[in-house]
């Protein structure tokens, strides 16, 4: 028997409730890795794995169940070993699981065991978990499955696979991320190479962690692990960043793309399976395999063999060599998953293109440049050769009978700016910087202002309440100057809209349509309530409200070299609110983590930040973090969680944004928390603030005297 062993990884850009199309998917997959002798899919692949409450839909077993009959019944799909993703009732239970087949037959059912209930997953209000290590039960077939199978039950449960020259096991995504996860009590009984589908998002920094954790999974133990994600946006706020990839012994040896827009990518690796047993040869590790009290896995045995004797002898084909692995800076990790996603929303929707409101300051910069990013992008693909995006821009550049060949020429058909000024409130600079941008990056730009909409609104007040209200520097109230401020933020999103439905008609685009209107706020703005409820911050998508200020500024400087864009960075002279704010952009991003994150209350956050944010402590030449008092931290807490608690109610409308960090405050499925609190400052935990300040402060008292 031979001992060289190929095997895929597949990222599949699927896309909720898609059953044709995922299907199409996952057999270009498995012809693509036909080469291969194992071949395995991203979670729930068949339905996509963003259904969410459709996963409690019995139409959505059935359309599984058909998909997978087209799948067992195409002959060019035989002599390979499949992992397919898709869920499954089981005596009247939601399952999460994994179909392992070949040559047209199911060998096992594997049911997920351990779910994601954290941050934007929710799978226990959809599945349960399978709670039977090692134990099987047979599932009975439907009707249509048993006449392909020829029996009217197979394997269902937490098993293995058994072939002549190895044995395989499968575990799901967040199994993995468990503190003892299947892979260790499979590799101790025997198992030499492990599968696992995956839906896990993108968010900034997040690949590195992913793939440590991948890397360790064999890393002590040994073994073949292939990892598999979907890829692109599915239909929600999430972006799936692929990175599909093939480990041994804890080393990589195939490795898959972070963001890119092909339907499928396969990755291959040939791995020697004498590696595996050679690096399992402590003393230790055999002592525990054998000591082991928790039984073994029932084994499906099979004929198939991974490996053959006749292939070990082609000298062409040897163990694939171990690769570094490859990971983007922040701000390319912005621009690209930004980008990708941007252009999966678009292409989905229906819609003719995109619209930003330009202000001239960073946020809005930031947005056009995901735009232009997405422009790249999508030419580079072109180049390519990639035929579903061609099919795409041709459906969406309709100004011309040619293809756009450039980023610019792109960019101007698919992307409008608008800049709403005020004509004598608005600075010439902004506006200029608004239209330079568009120049430079080719977008079709409209300059106006509503002066005309909000004195028609202003009015409305002087007629019919024989008010005028008066800006506070005419000597009007707060009152007055909130509303008449407010007036003119909330005009510039009604304008924004009109002229997104209205722009492809007036330019005579074929077929007329309707633009998506981006957002631009950014995350620390959202936090801190920063905002006006109807402004332009509401829009359709928004792919950079889970991004902080100094990732953005990040993202324009890197950008402005990249992409070989002039003068991006004169955004950064834009009027700065941290002052309006009374906390920095840093202190916002660092009191989000402490609160979102690492799950602190007020009281916490300033038990945490009195020490790290201390006057006292000694510091290194570079450190950045505020060197303050306990009272003057406790301050900036309190007006951090006062300014958080009264503005909450903006998050339940804020616009879906691209999720890509993991403090962000969207209400909608990610955070979930009330929006109408007690008044803070009247807080039982302000109170406590004050009380622990008044104790550093005697002490510190003590200590001079």
Known sequence: MGHLVTVAACALRQWVLDFEGNTARIIQSIKEAKQAGAKMGSELEIPGYQCQDHFLEQDLY???????????????????LLDIGMPVQHRNVRYNCRIICLDGKILLIRPKMWLAGSGNYYEQRYFTPWMKPRQTEQYHLPRRLQKIQGATHVTFGDA???????????????????????????????????????????????LGLRLQLIQEATRKSGGVYIYSNEAGGSGDRLFFDASAMILLNGEIVAQGSQFNLKDVETVVATVDLEEVRAYRSSASRGLQAAAKSTGSYERIQTAFALSSDEEDLDLRRGPSPSLEP???????????????????????????????????????????????????????????????????????????????????????????????????????DTRQRAKDLSTAIGAYHVDLDIDAVYQAQRNLIVNTLDFEPKFKVEGGTNTENLVLQNIQARSRMVTAYEFAQILPTTRKRPGGGGLLVLGSANVGESLRGYLTKYDCSSADINPIGAIDKQDLKRLIAWAEKEFEVTDLQACFTAKDDEQDMGLSYNELTVLGRLRKENKLGPFGTFQRLVHEWSDERPRTADEAAPALTPREV??????????????RHKMTTLTPSLHSNDYSP????????????????????????DAEVERYERLRDKKRT
């Not at 998909?67 to 002959?75: A, C, T």
């Not at 040619?402 to 004509?423: K, V």
């Not at 406790?634 to 503005?647: G, M, S």
Request: proline residues 4%; charged residues 20%; aromatic residues 10%.
């Open 160 to 206: 293995v696979i058994s072939t002549p020259d190895t044995c395989l096991a499968a575990e799901t995504c967040e199994e993995l991320f468990t503190p003892d996860a299947p892979h260790n009590s499979m590799g101790l009984d025997g198992v030499e190479v492990f599968t696992n589908s995956s839906g896990s998002h993108w968010t900034l920094r997040k």
């Open 62 to 80: 059935l359309h599984c169940w058909e998909m997978l009959v087209r799948i067992l019944q195409d002959d060019a799909l035989h002599s390979i």
């Open 634 to 647: 406790a301050e900036k807490v309190k007006r951090f969680f006062h300014y958080y608690a009264i503005n």
């Open 666 to 689: 969207d209400d909608n499925r990610f955070d979930q928390r009330p929006f109408l609190y007690p008044p803070q400052y009247d807080s039982w935990a302000f109170k406590k603030i």
């Open 326 to 428: 490859r990971l983007h800076a922040p701000e390319e990790e912005i621009a690209l998953g930004a980008g990708c996603w941007l252009w999966d929303y678009l292409r989905r929707s229906g819609a003719a293109g995109l619209l930003v409101p330009l202000s001239g300051g960073i946020d809005s910069c930031a947005t056009a440049v995901c735009v232009f990013s997405m422009c790249r992008i999508v030419i580079t693909e072109m180049q390519s050769g990639n035929e579903q995006v061609i099919r795409d821009v041709k459906r969406l550049a309709r100004f011309s009978e040619h293809l756009p060949e450039t980023a610019q020429d792109l960019c101007h058909q698919l992307f409008h700016t608008i800049y709403l000024g005020m004509s004598r409130q608005s600075s010439k």
